[in-house]
């Protein structure tokens, strides 16, 4: 088969042994994580680093690998068409993720919160005020629920300018303006970063912990789990804006570009979730 | 490796040598076929269980396990069976068959597709392991209810853990099955010309992406509840174990049409075949599969209607998980009617087939039956369920997997499998698994609740009848296991249409599949 005829046909990469690594990471942080909550610490340490070093290896082995079959031309439209595809199922799994946390809080809110002050529960809870924010009923004390218009709207408004920031570099990419796509994605990145700030000032200011009965922990949660989405988002974009500066992408070929920024609108649109349900309502 | 990836199309037409290329493979019948031997392994450890289980219920009284370890082996039996063997055969079955069926060269994400299997085998080490480790395995019941899973020990650490890598497993193996499917048919293969096992699979894979992360989520919230301070499903707080039976059995319910959805598409490609007619409906039943999947959403609750939910949430939740009989009376209907002046003949694929429609049906009228809330008020963790679920897992699920392995054996293996020894197995294995699990129909009626070690006497001697047909079944399936390896070894070369009535793209290829197939897209009429 002739090198020009490669082109046409659907890239099949060849044996690969990022795969075992990754499971051998994978691996290495459950046994580390099960020996840091019930054995030795030293040698959960020992593990978790070695897990995370391996995961570290794969990704740069992998992404590695991806990265320059994209530039060597290996990917045609149909290959480019499956990315598209995949990223759009990741998302929605993501999606479904915090759907199951989202569904907690608003469990909690409804149903688990009302009922235990109704009255078939004042015998064992007498008193309880089923109000929300709630701690629960057992070792009720007063505190201070996180507000919605100090560090968290100021944290809407970093990221919902990150999403326009991030659209600029795409018309910049689609036009071929170097400049304006490493501004834009340098923008995004600060944004990202400056958020993550302000989220580790309000967790070190908030006055409850992951403790704090079932608000805490779907506050934590929830903020958490976004929280560590922003990085890997953030990550995903100095990953891109290196990339960028490289030389890499062309205005018709620069699908990582599009897949991280998908991913970052989603990250935003996951925030406005939040806030509305976590901080305001 | 650039000038291996400069001629990845033409360096490697034969299947490289020696048994380590399948730690790096990227071929998707490589990968089929490990995921059908970690299958079948699987089969044979959740098999074992199975059968301490049923030796120790050989008699009233205490005899062989101690309640604890009799809980951990229902837990983990469960646990092995669900994502250890049911759920990598269809994946197996889907890396083989997919590609083949819509003349793709591979799967879309081929590289990708061999960590999906790969991170089986460390998942399933920290589930069985857990056995070894200091107060056993996990004991709270495959469903992890807290707050048992709450105070359980470092297993259940494990477990969560080996569920968090298996959903990322099926969250990457679902996420290439739609992309394969919906971007690498061959051209003129339009979404309603596809084969039905290309259509289930479609749907489970939307199903497996949707659930899986909420079980993540769930598991995770167990997770922070027993080492982190977190208040989710404990009272105290103002939490609720109840919230946690929502949220699992919103992953619950989908994972069942999950484990059937595939068998569903395999049962629909080995009848028509035998009756040498094409399947009868094929709209009606995407549209079926479809709706049973749409409706899985909304039926969670009717597997806890014991657990204090308001009168007009039970209601909703029985009307709604009596609607999915509609769909599913659908497709046993077409399947009836693809059989109705068929020239049928009874290849063991077929008997498998006919005694999945048959004892599959049986199952989804025990459904039917536990669906009536004040019923299941009182069926509820009796030995009726534990009936009702092997029916349709075992001669639902497990048999389309075994009708699905005799069906292509020849063409993975180009050798005709031994059809004496293949009909030996399936009147065996039909028939124990009656003995099995038919009595437990009238123990559950009669009230024996399931996940005791103990019993009252009265309930022995269908307990003897139910043991005595777990060991006939679990050591007849050592004659499939036989049957694979000597098809593999060899027998009557099988021609490219191995089957005479059998039609679609996989069927043109030689027997067995040359290592690489379709590199460019083979035309469909």
């Known amino acids: ?281 | 490796m650039e000038a291996a990836h400069a001629h990845a199309h033409d360096d490697h037409h034969h299947a490289p040598a020696g048994i380590g290329r399948y730690f790096t493979t990227t071929n998707h019948k490589d990968i089929g076929s490990m995921y059908m031997w970690f299958s079948l392994i699987m089969f044979f450890v959740g098999g074992f269980m199975a059968l301490v289980i049923r030796a120790e219920l050989f008699q009233p009284g205490i005899q062989i396990v101690n309640p604890d370890v009799f809980n951990q082996l229902t837990t983990i039996h469960a646990l092995v069976m669900i994502f250890g063997a049911v759920m990598p055969a269809f994946v197996g079955y889907a890396n083989w068959q997919i590609p083949l069926m819509v003349g793709a060269s591979d799967m879309a994400f081929a590289r990708m597709n061999n960590w999906s299997f790969w991170l089986m085998p460390p998942a399933a080490a920290l589930l069985v392991g857990s056995f070894l480790v200091p107060g056993g395995a996990a004991g709270s019941g495959w469903t992890l209810y807290p707050p048992l899973s709450i105070q359980g020990g470092i297993s259940v650490d494990m477990t969560i853990l080996a569920v968090h890598i298996m959903g990322a497993s099926s969250i990457m193996g679902s996420i290439n099955i739609i992309t394969t499917i919906l971007n690498m048919r061959a051209p003129g293969m339009t979404l309603m010309r596809m084969p039905m096992f290309v259509w289930t699979w479609l749907i489970t894979a939307y199903l497996l992406i949707a659930v899986m992360p909420v079980l993540a989520g769930a598991v995770t919230m167990l997770l922070t509840d027993r080492h982190f301070g977190t208040h989710f499903f404990n009272a105290a707080g103002g939490g609720d174990p109840t919230m946690f039976m929502h949220i699992f059995w919103f992953f619950g319910h989908p994972e069942v049409y999950i484990m059937i959805l595939p068998a569903f598409g395999i049962i629909s490609h080995i009848i028509p075949t035998f009756a040498r007619k094409p399947l009868f409906g094929y709209a009606s039943m995407v549209y079926a599969t479809a709706s049973i999947a749409l409706l899985s959403f909304i039926v969670w609750g009717h597997h806890m209607f014991t657990v204090g939910m308001p009168a007009a949430g039970n209601l909703f939740f029985m009307y709604a998980t009596m609607l999915i009989a509609v769909p599913t009376g659908v497709k046993v209907f077409n399947w009836i009617a693809t059989l109705w002046k068929g020239s049928i003949t009874f290849e063991t694929p077929m008997l498998f087939a006919i005694g999945f429609v048959s004892l599959f049906t049986i199952g989804g009228f025990s459904g039917l039956v536990l669906a009536v809330t004040p019923v299941d008020i009182t069926l509820h963790n009796t030995y009726y369920v534990v009936a009702h679920f092997h029916y349709v897992l075992f001669s639902g699920a497990i048999f389309s997997i075994m009708g699905g392995a005799y069906y292509w054996l020849p063409k993975w293996t180009g050798h005709m499998y031994d059809e004496t020894l293949g009909k030996v197995h399936f009147w065996l294995t039909a028939i124990s698994f009656n003995i099995t699990f038919f009595p437990q129909h009238f123990l559950g009626l009669a009230g024996m609740p399931r996940r005791i070690p103990d019993y009252a006497p009265q309930f022995t001697e269908f307990n003897q009848i139910s043991s005595i047909g777990a060991f006939l079944l679990g050591f007849s399936q050592l004659l499939f296991l036989y049957v694979v390896i000597k098809c593999i070894r060899g027998g009557v070369k099988a021609e490219a249409k191995a089957w005479e009535g059998a039609e679609g793209l996989e069927w043109t290829v030689p027997s067995p599949a040359p290592y690489h197939t379709f590199e460019t897209p083979p035309a469909f009429h």
Request: some cysteine.
């Open chain 1, 1 to 281: 088969m002739s090198s020009s005829s490669t082109h046409d046909v659907y890239y099949v990469p060849a044996p690969s042994k990022w795969p075992v690594v990754g499971s051998t990471a994978l691996f290495l942080l459950a046994i580390g994580f099960v020996s840091l909550l019930h054995f030795g610490k030293t040698q959960a340490y020992v593990l978790l680093a070695a897990g995370f070093a391996t995961l570290t290896y794969m990704l740069f082995g992998w992404f590695g690998n991806v990265i320059s079959e994209s530039e060597s031309g290996k990917y045609n439209a149909q290959v480019d068409a499956s990315f598209r595809w995949s990223m759009g199922w990741f998302i929605f799994s993501e999606v479904m993720f915090f759907a199951a946390f989202f569904g907690a809080l608003f469990y909690a809110r409804q149903m688990s919160v009302p009922l235990l002050g109704d009255v078939d529960n004042q015998l064992l809870w007498p008193g309880f005020k089923p109000d929300w924010p709630s701690m629960g009923p057992y070792n009720a004390t007063e505190f201070h629920p996180m507000s919605a218009w100090g560090l968290p709207a100021i944290n809407t408004m970093l990221l919902l300018t990150s999403g326009v920031t991030v659209t600029w570099a795409h018309w910049a990419i689609k036009k071929n303006d170097r400049t304006q796509l490493v501004l834009g994605l340098a923008a995004t990145v600060a944004l990202g970063l400056i958020f993550l700030f302000c989220q580790m000032t309000e967790y070190g200011e908030a006055a409850f912990s992951l403790a704090t009965g079932v608000y805490g922990a779907t506050f934590f949660m929830l903020t958490g789990f976004h929280g560590f989405h922003v990085s890997l988002g953030t990550l995903m974009l100095i990953v891109i804006l290196a990339r960028s500066l490289k030389g890499h992408f062309t205005p018709e070929h620069h699908f990582a570009f599009e897949a991280v920024s998908w991913y970052w609108h989603f990250v935003d649109v996951v925030w406005l979730g939040l806030f509305v349900f976590v901080y305001w309502l």
